[in-house]
Nanobody, 115 residues
Framework: QVQLAESGGGLVQPGGSLRLSCTASGTIFAIDTMGWYRQAPGTQRELVAVITGGGGTNYADPVKGRFTISTNNAWNTVYLQMNSLKPEDTAVYYC?????????WGQGIQVTVSS
């Protein structure tokens, strides 16, 4: 089992920045990818960004050039640096870890972009 603990959300004005963190604990060997998804009210959960153990990254088109995903050297913490935030980035953000064929999810953290 993998447990995920997220932090860093909150309220920010348009154009501002936030940094999300997610630390994995438990059985963390053989993690394939770490990433972030988000879900706004009335919408489906969608991929924001993902990073592989080899450092490869993939971003959703709406966040390219504004968000950066990274991990620590221990490969147990994933970060999402969010810059130039827009109101449409408002959502609950979920940390995701894929280990073998199993998906693990964090509890979700609210990000609100509003003036």
């Amino acid at each position: 089992q993998v447990q995920l603990a997220e932090s860093g959300g909150g309220l920010v004005q348009p154009g501002g920045s936030l940094r999300l963190s997610c630390t994995a604990s438990g059985t963390i060997f053989a993690i394939d990818t770490m990433g972030w998804y988000r879900q706004a009210p009335g919408t489906q959960r969608e991929l924001v960004a993902v990073i592989t153990g080899g450092g490869g990254t993939n971003y959703a088109d709406p966040v390219k050039g504004r968000f950066t995903i990274s991990t620590n050297n221990a490969w147990n913490t994933v970060y999402l640096q969010m810059n130039s935030l827009k109101p449409e980035d408002t959502a609950v953000y979920y940390c995701n870890v894929k280990r073998t064929i199993v998906d693990y999810w964090g509890q979700g953290i609210q990000v609100t972009v509003s003036s």
